[in-house]
């Protein structure tokens, strides 16, 4: 089991950046696959970015290609996730999420680990 605590959320205006970061507890990290999961108020939970237990394969939603990078440092059991470019439709609660085989995933529900979530706001 992996426990994961989100930090680096916060205000920013269009076009900022920011950076998030998912801390993670356990000696499995590194076999999981992690995900980066965002809902905006009124609107279903998305996949934004996802990466695999190597860092070798990542996805990416149409809507953050080009401004987000997810990476991973697994001897820190660490994965993050860089947002460039930053949009108001960007705004939402993220959340790390970890799955618990070495592939990730485009559905949010096939996570079994999350994190508690960081706030994203971005101002126009």
């Known amino acids: 089991q992996v426990q994961l605590v989100e930090s680096g959320g916060g205000l920013v205006q269009a076009g900022g950046s920011l950076r998030l970061s998912c801390a993670a507890s356990?000696?499995?990290?590194?076999?999981?696959?992690m995900g980066w999961i965002r809902q905006a108020p009124g609107k279903e939970r998305e996949v934004v970015a996802a990466?695999?237990?190597?860092?070798?394969?990542?996805y990416y939603a149409d809507s953050v290609k080009g401004r987000f990078t997810i990476s991973r440092i697994n001897v820190k059991n660490t994965v993050y996730l860089q947002m460039n470019s930053l949009k108001p439709e960007d705004t939402a609660v993220y959340y790390c999420?970890?799955?618990?085989?070495?592939?990730?995933?485009?559905?949010?529900?096939?996570?079994?680990?999350w994190g508690q979530g960081t706030q994203v706001t971005v101002s126009s």
């Open positions: 999420a970890g799955r618990a085989t070495q592939s990730s995933s485009a559905t949010p529900y096939d996570y079994q680990y």
């Open positions: 990466i695999n237990w190597s860092g070798g394969n990542t």
């Open positions: 356990g000696r499995t990290f590194s076999s999981y696959a």
